[in-house]
């Protein structure tokens, strides 16, 4: 069974850019750090069977577990080690937590025995091949704890298949959740959701010498996070699978997260000896939720529905709808769609443009003024676009003959200040100083005057200066006044 959320809700304006680090450093561990750990690997069973540490540690398991009257267990590794060779008896003995800790312990074979020296020598020969392998020497291995291991381990991958399974879900996963939450608050939350499983995985196999690998509990635990935070309102799209079965379905994001964890409950009960962490994953959910609640108590719920596809796919082909009436001069079904648009979405500024425009072909002046006000307020409200402020600014003061906010009269001064548009700044300079003026006029004054000396109109500049020093005499531009007139 297949889960997997799909989010649009990121873009190259704002881009998920912590997930795709997350995901190039997963690749680079693979492609670079294990390239050759197939054939290091290799050399690791070939040194257990040529130097016949294999036929001395299949005699003594085998042994060991005729003691332990493990009769299927026997046969099975017999039917196994006749199959595999030495990578079967290998790992046989490695997944073997009562034997392999033996073995560690160097109790197997008594210590006075005249086997035990060469079996040790070439024991000590075998460790050290086995921390040549990335896997064995940082995957996380419960039975042989390591502090670092359990960070270690969610960067490497048993192969290609499990790498590109793992970094789809990451990216979909956490696409969306880094949009949702703080980004510093997202990365440690990746790392100690991954941390966490693990040490849950070693509450539980708290023997095993297996070595686990993936970051899949990481990915779990952005799965729990991400359930808590959109909770019952957001609602995800997915794509499930069910064998054959496949499709796509709205769901509430919270309806994922007992889902998951009855899909790898499930898959634990039917997968006993699997070397699939399913019960690391349900730490990581664990986990992840519990930060997800974290979350919520810090900064609140999310604000938008994630992968919320059919409403991104609805504004498209509205707008889509909107340019091709206009292009066919049908002005009213133009100014219908891109009105719809902004009903949705009321700062769209690509809408905003297109109705102006149908605005001014259909020669309705006094809707054509209200929406340049609306895209106005909205330009002014976003960095970047003076230049297409200015020129509206001139068109709306040349044709609309009406006047507008006094907010809005003050933040685009402010811009064209800033933009060294010093004839609309002045103008809307002096429009705000009539009646009860700004709040923050002093301030607009002061930007004015030094956008004047930096163009070199140094008396326009000394004008605002006294302005402020005679009208408003106790504010702090006051003061920054004096010092820029008597340096």
Not at 147 to 166: D, E, K
Not at 267 to 295: C, D, F, K, P, R
Not at 393 to 415: I, Q, V
């Amino acid at each position: 069974m297949l889960i997997v959320p799909l989010s649009s809700r990121s873009g190259w304006s704002n881009p998920p850019w912590l997930t795709i680090l997350l995901i190039l450093a997963n690749c680079a561990v693979f492609f670079f750090f294990q390239a050759d750990e197939d054939a290091r690997t290799a050399d690791l069973l070939e040194y257990y069977s040529s130097s016949g540490l294999y036929r001395m540690e299949k005699s003594l398991y085998e042994k060991f577990l005729e003691r332990q009257g493990r009769n299927e267990d026997l046969e099975s590794f017999r039917k196994a080690s006749a199959r595999g060779g030495a990578a079967a008896v290998y790992w046989t003995i490695e997944g073997d937590a009562v034997f392999s800790r033996m073995l560690r312990q160097g109790t197997v074979i008594p210590r006075g025995s005249p086997a035990y020296a060469e079996w040790r020598k070439k024991r000590a020969r075998l460790v050290r091949l086995e921390k040549d392998v990335p896997a064995l020497a940082y995957g996380y291995r419960p039975a042989g704890f390591r502090w670092y291991t359990p960070l270690t381990y969610m960067f490497l991958h048993g192969g290609i298949m499990h790498l590109v399974g793992n970094m789809v879900f990451l990216w979909l996963i956490g696409s969306i959740l880094e949009l949702a939450c703080n980004r510093a608050a997202y990365a440690g939350g990746y790392i100690l959701a991954g941390y966490l499983s693990a040490l849950f995985f070693g509450l539980i196999y708290h023997d095993s010498n297996i070595p686990l690998v993936g970051a899949s509990g990481a990915i779990a635990g952005l799965m729990g996070a991400l359930t808590v935070i959109y909770g019952t309102g957001g609602r995800v799209r997915i794509f499930y699978s069910l064998g054959f079965i496949f499709g796509y379905a709205r769901v509430r994001a919270l309806y994922l997260l007992p889902v998951w964890v009855g899909n790898e409950l499930l898959q634990q009960a039917l997968n006993e000896n699997s070397n699939i962490a399913y019960m690391g994953h349900v730490g990581g959910l664990v986990w992840g939720a519990l930060l997800g609640l974290l979350h919520l108590k810090t900064a609140g719920p999310a604000e938008e529905d994630c992968g919320d596809e059919e409403e991104v796919d609805e504004t498209a082909s509205l707008m889509e709808e909107g340019m091709a009436k206009l292009s066919a001069l049908e002005l009213d079904a133009a100014r219908s769609a891109f009105s719809a648009v902004l009903d949705r979405e009321p700062g769209n500024i690509q809408a905003l443009r297109h109705l102006l425009r149908t605005e001014k072909m259909a020669g309705d002046g006094e809707s054509w003024a209200r929406t340049a006000l609306r895209l106005m307020n909205r330009l002014s409200s976003v960095p970047g676009g003076e230049d297409e402020l200015v020129q509206l600014y001139r068109e709306y003061r040349k044709n609309a003959g009406r006047g507008m906010g006094r907010e809005l009269a003050f933040n685009m001064a402010m811009r064209f200040a800033g933009a060294g548009a010093l004839d609309c700044a002045s103008e809307l300079t002096a429009v705000l100083m009539k009646g009860p003026g700004h709040r923050n006029l002093p301030a607009l004054l002061l930007a004015l005057a030094r956008a004047f000396y930096r163009q070199g109109q140094d008396e326009k500049g000394l004008s605002c200066l006294e302005v402020i020093r005679r009208k408003y005499p106790q504010s702090p531009e006051s003061e920054a006044a004096a010092r820029i007139m008597n340096p």
